[in-house]
């Protein structure tokens, strides 16, 4: 036995071994998808979506006004909330996103992905899910193709400006414009927005 | 302008600003601060907490069996739920966990941050985040002094062997012993938990 110092010696190191934060792996597993003590119930798409009153409106602004607001009472007691507008696959990443800030829908590359953050684009800007809005954006800046007709109206009916800019650079290019021209969506583009059939012909006479 | 190509120029890059995740914040200042929707109250230490049921039941697993069992009833209609055995300031760092996964409360490095992860770690292990009770774990770990009687008695009572072992390498020490030894903390452990004064006295002796 050595002898004792009056001095204490440093103690040596003990690694705690620490898991991954779980509060979204919680949100997602034990709340919206358990429904454990969800108090509403929503209608989209003839599919139900129940979910906890609470989380929706401490993370939209519009489910706040709505939930504790003019539908408070309609959607007391079990009552559902039919949402119109809006697609059920694209309603079901939309809660996905407010329990746990991911949205795994949009991790692909293909044209169904592009649907999908279309749709989302739209769901996010109705329930103020601006963080969410810009994700989809984001991924679609990535997809600008002769296909983004459809994406332009989207992005000036929903103000979107980096969007709007990531198509007008590709419709600059006259070779890009030709392609897109003949598509439906620039049909859907001249008649939902003919005010950016005004913004591109002044751009491409300045050439 | 430019003569038309048949073939797609590929879109410049155009980058989206985005934000960081917001649900840790919305949980935080929407729901817990906000105590919008809140269905149950708790009153601990002479204050009162407002919280979501179904949150703290998607954490834990015991406030699951509490509230939506056997103290579903007592707490529904704005009945206060009373809890004895934690502090308050414990507690409100327990609930603020819960709601976000952090625990900025131990970020300090004195005394008063050791005394709370002791209290957070009896609470912790009471409504079973373990994720919580490594934390405390992890922090009491890198503070094992003179003191650390206190810690050792609480790492044998809550089943904490990354801690026990950072203690009693400490204690293997004998000045750091008689250090500690000296203390008030060393009569609360050799009273109640005299089984790791035979475990210290069996590893000294064969030093």
């Known amino acids: 036995m050595k002898e004792p110092s009056a001095v204490a010696d440093p103690p040596a190191v003990v690694d705690v071994a620490m898991p991954l934060p779980e509060l979204n792996r919680d949100m997602e597993a034990a709340l919206l998808q358990s429904e454990e003590g969800a ?3 929503f209608e989209v798409g003839g599919e139900s979506f129940a979910a906890h009153r609470c989380v929706l409106a401490a993370r939209s602004s519009v489910f706040r006004a709505e939930l504790f607001g003019a539908m408070k009472e ?5 009552g559902k909330a039919r949402v119109d507008g809006v697609e059920a696959r694209a309603y079901r990443a939309l809660l996905h996103f407010i329990f746990t800030d991911a949205v795994p829908e949009l991790d692909g590359k293909d044209q169904e992905t592009s649907s999908m953050a279309q749709h989302l684009l ?3 800007d109705r329930y103020n899910l601006e963080r969410l809005k810009l994700i989809c954006e984001d991924k679609l800046c990535k997809r600008i193709d002769v ?6 109206a989207l992005a000036e009916q ?3 400006p980096s969007l709007k800019k990531a198509c007008m650079d590709f ?14 969506g620039f049909e859907h583009l ?3 927005c003919p005010v950016i059939l005004r913004e591109l012909i002044a751009k491409l006479v300045a050439l």
């Open 190 to 192: 001249a008649t939902s």
């Open 122 to 124: 739209v769901a996010a």
């Open 39 to 41: 108090d509403v119930t």
């Open 147 to 152: 296909s983004s007709a459809v994406t332009l």
């Open 171 to 184: 419709l600059y290019s006259p070779g890009n414009l030709k392609a897109v021209e003949a598509t439906d």
């Open 74 to 78: 309609s959607t007391a007691g079990g």
């Open 158 to 160: 929903h103000r979107c």
